[in-house]
């Protein structure tokens, strides 16, 4: 009887996590569909003056966030944890994430001609082309973060973005 049941246990656990994957997947699809979009009166507003770009990690837990000035230098570059980030939505203009439990978990880089500043974020804003799709978001993200909060997930190893070297993330660089 036994044998049998930890036969069954040990079946079901694959199933759980590719369940888990393809789920992520599906949001990452989803929010990806609407941060793309190059319209909007976000876009409108101010997404037409930067190249923007976003990407995920490879478990899809991490989202990697670029907005480069399109008649400038200046470039800023954040890491966002989605396990250890709180999104949400309060009626402005943008997604907001917030560290969990006040620590700044936001690995955050500015970059510009003699500029590179370099710190943790405690929380930041996500550009959102169009505004209706905001509550959209902010739900998707937090279906993310629940599909992520894994307690035996080891964290990411090493700061976000290494003295010398540049962040790999973002489809515009």
Not at 61 to 79: A, F, H, I, K
Not at 164 to 169: C, L, T
């Amino acid at each position: 009887m036994w044998l049998s049941l930890l036969l069954v246990c040990a079946c079901a656990g694959p199933v759980v996590v590719r369940g888990d994957t393809e789920a992520k997947r599906d949001v990452i699809t989803y929010i990806d569909r609407l941060l793309g979009r190059e319209q909007g009166d976000g876009w409108a507003r101010t997404g037409q003056y930067f190249a923007w770009g976003f990407d995920f990690s490879r478990d899809g837990c991490t989202l990697n966030m670029t907005r480069r000035e399109l008649t400038g230098s200046r470039v800023l570059r954040q890491t966002i944890p989605l396990d250890r980030t709180r999104p949400g939505w309060d009626g402005g203009s943008s997604v907001l994430f917030a560290c969990d439990h006040g620590n700044a978990c936001i690995a955050t880089l500015h970059e510009g001609v003699g500029l590179r500043d370099e710190y943790a974020a405690r929380q930041t804003r996500v550009f959102t082309p169009d505004p209706h799709d905001l509550p959209k978001l902010a739900d998707a993200f937090t279906e993310l973060k629940r599909l992520c909060d894994d307690p035996y997930r080891l964290p990411p190893q090493g700061p976000a973005f290494p003295r010398g070297q540049d962040f790999s993330g973002g489809a515009y660089q």
